[in-house]
């Protein structure tokens, strides 16, 4: 099999021969499973070890193998951060036994949720790893609400930003104003917390109070959410409506240029050019 590493070392009791395992990273989509990709959906159902985000919903996980291991992995997993040991350490235990493992993240691998810093912790333990795509939130949410993040007329750019900074940080706002840029559309992940300041920033760096953005909580999901609104006011909206997190915030024209498509027809219920939308009516 590709990616079967074989080392020999010389021991007392003679030469033995180790077999290293080998880990894909891999895209668990925002949460619907039927958008897994193909490729996801294979080794996740064929994986003895399961290394998973809380992100990931219990759906994608119960297409795993029964027998398989399952570790979960986050911030609240185990009680502890994984800061320092910035990949679980029994998925590296698990590969160097010679085992398959998944690490399911949700979303894309390599947007936000720090699966750089995971890969670059594997390729120095010499672990074959192989990287398996995936629906990030801001494409699911878009598809959701029938927004193109680049109409043609509106948006020649789409920045996927956060409001937080790596090490647990908070990006100081003057910073998040000076980066994002002044036009085309921007998707902020994990910025519930921090959404009125962020939109009063984006104020402050140049866009207009009436830039339509909206907030979409557990896009994909049954159960999720939307708020439409402005900068000026879907950090009330949000709250009003109470919308938990997960969620993005989309900013831009192409807010207002949003289509009902097929997909998105269960989230009945919209009140106007701005309100609320959710899946259950
Ligand atoms: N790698 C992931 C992002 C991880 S950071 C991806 O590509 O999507 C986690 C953030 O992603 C959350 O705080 C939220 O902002 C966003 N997110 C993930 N799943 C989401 C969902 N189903 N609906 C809305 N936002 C989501």
């Not at 009140?271 to 939308?277: F, K």
Request: charged share 25%; hydrophobic share 45%; proline share 5%.
């Amino acid at each position: 099999m590709r990616g079967d590493e074989k080392r020999m070392s010389c021991t007392g009791e003679g030469v033995r021969a180790f077999r290293r395992g080998k880990v894909w990273l891999v895209g668990a989509g925002p949460g619907d499973p039927e958008l897994l990709t193909v490729r996801a959906a294979r080794v996740l159902s064929s994986a003895p070890v399961i290394a998973y985000d809380e992100l990931v919903s219990p759906a994608i996980l119960s297409l795993a193998r029964e027998d398989a291991e399952r570790i979960p992995v986050g911030r609240r997993a185990n009680g502890c951060r994984h800061h320092e040991a910035r990949i679980h350490p029994l998925v590296v235990v698990r590969a160097l036994e010679g085992k398959e493992v998944v690490r399911l993240k949700g979303g894309d691998p390599f947007v936000f949720g720090r699966g750089g810093e995971e890969a670059e912790e594997l390729a120095t333990a010499r672990i074959p790893f192989e990287v398996v795509p995936g629906i990030s939130a801001a494409l699911g949410a878009a598809a959701r609400m029938g927004i193109a993040l680049t109409h043609r007329e509106c948006a020649s750019s789409v920045t996927l930003a956060t409001a937080h900074a790596a090490r647990d940080g908070e990006v100081e706002l003057e910073a998040l104003e000076a980066r994002v840029p002044r036009d085309g559309t921007i998707v902020f992940y994990m910025g519930l917390s921090r959404i009125e300041a962020t939109c009063a920033a984006l104020i402050m760096g140049g866009r207009r109070a009436d830039t339509p953005a909206a907030v979409i909580s557990r896009a994909t999901l049954p159960d999720e959410r939307a708020v439409v609104g402005t900068l000026a006011d879907i950090a009330v909206r949000v709250q009003r409506a109470g919308l938990e997190a997960p969620a993005i915030l989309l900013v831009g024209e192409v807010v207002a240029r949003r289509v009902e498509s097929s997909n998105c027809h269960d989230m009945a219920g919209e009140t106007g050019e701005t309100g609320e939308r959710s899946a259950t009516g």
